[in-house]
Every structure is written in structure tokens, then in C-alpha cells.
Nanobody
């Protein structure tokens, strides 16, 4: 059973918005730390945003003021709201979480990735 399911990617024009979702399976009790990474062609994977269990957030400088990471503990889901998108935001976006489930805490689970393409 896939532990994480990502959705929300797609093609958008520059200046547009998208919201990515990362939902954990119902067998998971909670997400402790949620992160979004991205990887553009020919580039290393980079951390875009992170959110702790308590709701503290941090962002890469390149997305500050444009992206917002949030969480819904009841839905065991982490979101990434992306506004004012730029062509340089084009990448595959990956959810990465530290979970707590029936087997206890488990770190560093990855989603399958979702493509975000921003046209100029």
C-alpha cells in the first residue's frame, strides 16, 4: 500500500497558481514533519518548504512570499499552495514526511512526485 499520494500538479501560465496535496494512507496516525522538495531537469533536488507538527514553517529563499506550506492533521495531509508561479518553478515536486503509524515513528517517506510546468 502506497503510504503517500500526491496530487495537484499540472501546466499553468506564469503568474498562475497551483495547490499540491500529499495525503498519507488511512493506516498512518499522523505526519510529524512535512516537506516539499523539487527537482528540475539537470539539477539537484532542493528543499522548497517544511512544516513541523507544531506548525512552524520554513521556505527556500526562492519561494518566500509566493509559496505556503500547510497541513490538515485530521486529513493527514500536507499542502503546498504555489502563487505567482514562474517558469523557473518548473520541476517535479516531491512530498517527504516523517510519519507516526502502527509500527511507530518512521522517517523519510517519499511521495511519487508530481510534475509542475509553468509556461512563460
Amino acid at each position: 500500500q502506497r503510504q503517500l499520494v500526491e496530487s495537484g500538479g499540472g501546466l499553468v501560465q506564469a503568474g498562475g497558481s497551483l495547490r499540491l496535496s500529499c495525503k498519507a494512507s488511512s493506516s498512518i496516525f499522523r505526519i510529524n514533519v512535512g516537506r516539499w522538495y523539487r527537482q528540475a531537469p539537470g539539477k539537484q533536488r532542493e528543499l522548497v518548504a517544511a512544516i513541523t507538527r507544531g506548525g512552524s514553517t520554513n521556505y527556500a529563499d526562492s519561494v518566500k512570499g509566493r509559496f505556503t506550506i500547510s497541513r490538515d492533521n485530521g486529513k493527514i495531509t500536507v499542502y503546498l499552495q504555489m502563487n505567482s508561479l514562474k517558469p523557473e518553478d518548473t520541476a517535479v515536486y516531491y512530498c517527504n514526511v516523517d510519519l507516526y503509524g502502527p509500527a511507530g515513528p518512521r522517517d523519510d517517506y517519499w511521495g511519487q512526485g508530481t510534475q509542475v510546468t509553468v509556461s512563460s
